[in-house]
DNA sequence: TGTTGTGAACCCTTTCACAGCA
DNA sequence: TGCTGTGAAAGGGTTCACAACA
């Protein structure tokens, strides 16, 4: 796996532990020397970052931690952890500023700049990607779609035309796309993951049912349906294993 | 949290309910009433039994922890400490068989009974899920496809034709369907989610990028891009800062 | 000999309780 | 008074080293 990132170097600007520096205010907006948020807490940010945002569209200017917790699924004590990470945006006995809040985490997150995606498979699965409206939304681009297939080439999706697989390296370095997401069938996403970090690209959403092997540097993430049936499976196989027992228990 | 649970004993798989079992030897496969799987270890199973079908399919007889645990991108212990919470498969100094270890996890995730999924939302992304190769081959039957379009009602996707999500609550009794898709716009998501709960769906997949409110027995579980991409770019950004620093460090 | 299975140490995550502050 | 921010404790997960054993 292509992450891990096992070595921590200390390069983290400077040593601002924060620590008691009310003097320190918040930090202008902009280089956010953000200092290492644990894994954990970082895959519950989108998830508040977008209850903020739906937040936001309904007016809602602010917010208690409770509320905000209860909304995107969490106990209180936990996202307040998680947000102390950030820094401490809130105000105590008030609550947080919905659009302040939610600017901090699009900047933690690197959402400030606009990163360019290029979408691997213009199957049904990548064009439903192409067309996620998320996407363009908040700062992802969908730069390029290819596919293999000549009968799809040069077809049309959305505002792209699809791009032949062949001509891959050159499509990512006229479009500067830096980042990728694999769409493909699973006996090709090895090597067209390969193809991808040769061209310099160091950030990959995976959807092809295969581990893919890179190096460390370059950082891979996994979606895969099939994977999440199957754990579903097992707690449902588990309750229902519970469910007879009881009955069981109950008739002797 | 008042739990009794014994302290783990020394096997895995005891309470057979007793029904004629033979005594020692291979459990047969069939209701391994397992012991709780801890839900990290319950993550990578699903990893570990594709790479498993894979080199059964290449007619690969024996693995150790080292190969497997290669292929499927973790270290060796970590593999042996997942294997070793659904029983004792292995052989010292010999190392997996790769036919019966892969069908362990299988009765161990409850993929012995096939599941009868109803994928609600025929777009693009329903679409591609219904033709998901990797869904009828596992354990798993899409035996329902839905949507609210009435440009697409009755179309057929492969040999389903979809039907209408006004009658969701009867399609979902004639499929006896026990598993839900939910790939369709966040606006209806929950709306659709309490239908299915309703319904007596205990086990979705979500798709939509929203939070699902259901009640603690059903099991939810998300599928999320642009989560998955917010994470990406934190990484990217992240390093990106990290190489600027570098150079400013060098240049001084 | 070679590889599995596992206690124990270590590290990360979550929870808790309350100090700190508007 | 009310809610945030955070040390400290509790709980899991990962790693390590090695005992067990074909």
New binding site residues.
């Given amino acids: 796996m292509a992450s891990?990132d096992a070595r921590s170097r200390r390069t983290a600007l400077e040593r601002d532990t924060?620590?008691g520096s009310?003097s320190a205010g918040a930090p202008p907006a902009g280089a956010a020397a953000q200092r290492h948020i644990?894994?954990?807490?970082l895959d519950r940010l989108p998830v508040y970052l977008r209850v903020l945002t739906a937040m936001l569209g309904d007016g809602i200017e602010r917010v208690?931690?409770?509320e905000l917790a209860e909304a995107a699924g969490v106990?209180?004590?936990?996202l307040?952890?998680d947000?102390?990470y950030l820094g401490?945006?809130?105000?105590?006995?008030?609550?947080?500023d919905v659009a302040y809040l939610s600017g901090q985490i699009s900047a933690a997150l690197g959402l400030t700049l606009t990163w360019r995606v290029a979408i691997v498979g213009a199957g049904n699965l990548g064009r439903a990607l192409a067309g996620y409206p998320g996407f363009g939304s908040r700062g992802f681009e969908v730069v390029a779609l290819l596919d293999a297939d000549p009968m799809v080439i040069g077809q049309e999706v959305g505002w792209l035309r699809i791009s032949p697989v062949d001509s891959l390296e050159a499509v990512l370095a006229k479009t500067r796309a830096n980042m990728a997401v694999l769409a493909v069938p699973a006996e090709v996403a090895q090597d067209l993951c390969d193809r991808l970090v040769e061209s310099g690209i160091t950030s990959i959403l995976n959807f092809a049912p295969v581990v893919l092997q890179a190096p460390d540097d370059v950082q891979i993430r996994k979606v895969d349906m099939a994977t999440e049936l199957q754990i579903l499976a097992y707690h449902a196989q588990r309750s229902q294993a519970l469910r007879i027992a009881e009955r069981a228990r109950l008739a002797r």
Same sequence: chains 1, 2.
Wanted: glycine share 14%.
């Fill in positions: 891990e924060g620590n009310k644990p894994p954990a807490s208690s931690s409770d106990n209180s004590p936990k307040r952890k947000l102390s401490s945006y809130g105000t105590r006995g008030v609550g947080y």
